[in-house]
């Protein structure tokens, strides 16, 4: 069974960091694609950052060049690394897994989420 | 960047009804689209990929159509366990960005 376990969310003020961290089972991780998505309290969901199996990564324009991603395949875990917050950063984090078959960044398995807030 | 978005924004139906999502995307993304449904409280969902494929375990009353830019989420006949927001989201290539979401609720 596939399971991914995020932790790391807290409550940060503005300016800060946190590290956010996704812990897999299930699967072969090293060999998938896996996302970040977050989701503002009440509303809808912001794809944030993909990290492919061979490392190349991706970010949406409004974390890129605040935000980084990473993978420990060693350890079966994904990264976020998460600088120069802002209010608006506030959201759930969803770690998500690239579709069991077919090779394309959608998502067939999600995490539950971890809270992050920012606020002073 | 794709921009995506969905209408309507929410729509409320009776129980039995065909409702219909639209999704569209500022430049053509073939069809590589996908569509999700998230319950209050919970995950989001995978429903449809490829614009048409129904994820296995998917109720065969949702249907998926379109490429290029335009698609379409359909439940042919709405059921109170469908009350959620649907989202569409393109994978073409990055930004794998979701519309806004439509919220889906029964009259």
């Known amino acids: 069974e596939v399971q991914l376990l995020e932790s790391g969310g807290d409550l940060v003020q503005p300016g800060g960091s946190l590290r956010l961290s996704c812990a897999v089972s299930?699967?072969?991780?090293?060999?998938?694609?896996m996302s970040w998505v977050r989701q503002a309290p009440g509303k809808g969901l912001e794809w944030v950052s993909a990290?492919?199996?061979?490392?190349?990564?991706y970010y949406a324009d409004s974390v890129k060049g605040r935000f980084t991603i990473s993978r420990d395949n060693s350890k079966n875990t994904l990264y976020l690394q998460m600088n120069s917050l802002r209010v608006e950063d506030t959201a759930v984090y969803y770690c998500?897994?690239?579709?069991?078959?077919?090779?394309?960044?959608?998502?067939?398995?999600w995490g539950q989420g971890t809270l992050v807030t920012v606020s002073s | 960047d794709i921009q995506m978005t969905q209408s309507p924004s929410s729509l409320s139906a009776s129980v039995g009804d065909r409702v219909t999502i639209t999704c569209r995307a500022s430049?053509?993304?073939?069809?590589?689209l996908a569509w999700y449904q998230q319950k209050p409280g919970k995950v989001p969902k995978l429903l449809i990929y490829a614009a048409s494929t129904l994820q296995s375990g998917v109720p065969s009353r949702f249907s998926g159509s379109g490429s290029g830019t335009d698609f379409t989420l359909t439940i042919s006949s709405l059921q109170p366990e469908d009350v959620a927001a649907y989202y569409c989201q393109k994978y073409h290539s990055a930004p794998f960005t979701f519309g806004p979401g439509t919220k889906v609720d029964i009259k």
């Open positions: 299930g699967f072969t991780f090293s060999n998938y694609a």
């Open positions: 990290i492919f199996a061979s490392g190349a990564s």
């Open positions: 998500a897994k690239r579709h069991t078959t077919v090779t394309a960044n959608f998502f067939d398995d």
């Open positions: 430049q053509g993304i073939s069809s590589s």
